[in-house]
């Protein structure tokens, strides 16, 4: 399989997120992921997204996040960068899971899940923007022909 990338640009706003579902399921669809792949590699980006834009930006300011996404030997890589304020997620601490569905808070599972989701990610800030990388592998029997 040759290497597949694409990169877009959203807007710092929450309204965006349908655009960047959209984005997911295109690229996922052209290369042949399979749907659960497609699904999860959303929930991450939607969480990180959603992050960025609600707690990366001290000003009222719009902001662009640029998006690079790329399949390459069976490993799915996103990269998110952003010039907000320096926060490596990866220094966040685990949060202590709830027993059950009624004592489980609102929010703050979002990293976690990511984590849980994907293979790898990793966190850089280089000339003072903010890169959050994730990568997936894909197993190359799920993968479906697009010839």
């Known amino acids: 399989m040759e290497t597949q990338n694409y990169s877009f640009e959203l807007k710092s706003k929450l ?8 984005h997911i399921v295109d690229f996922g669809r052209h ?8 699904s ?14 609600s707690y990366g930006f001290k000003d009222d300011r719009e902001h662009n996040i640029q998006f690079t996404i790329k399949m390459d030997d069976h490993i799915f890589t996103a990269s ?14 685990a949060p202590k899971l709830p027993a059950d569905v ?40 799920e993968i479906q022909s697009q010839e």
């Open 102 to 141: 009624e004592s489980a808070n609102i929010g703050g599972l979002g990293i976690h899940i990511t984590r849980e989701l994907v293979d790898e990610i990793n966190y850089e800030r280089k000339r003072g923007k903010n890169r959050l990388t994730i990568k997936k592998s894909i197993q190359a029997n």
């Open 31 to 38: 290369i042949g992921l399979p749907e659960l792949s497609i």
């Open 40 to 53: 999860e590699i959303n929930i991450c980006l939607d969480e990180l997204f959603t992050n960025t834009v």
């Open 80 to 93: 998110i960068e952003d010039d907000g304020v320096p926060f490596n997620p990866l220094k966040k601490k």
């Open 15 to 22: 309204s965006e997120l349908a655009a960047l579902n959209q």
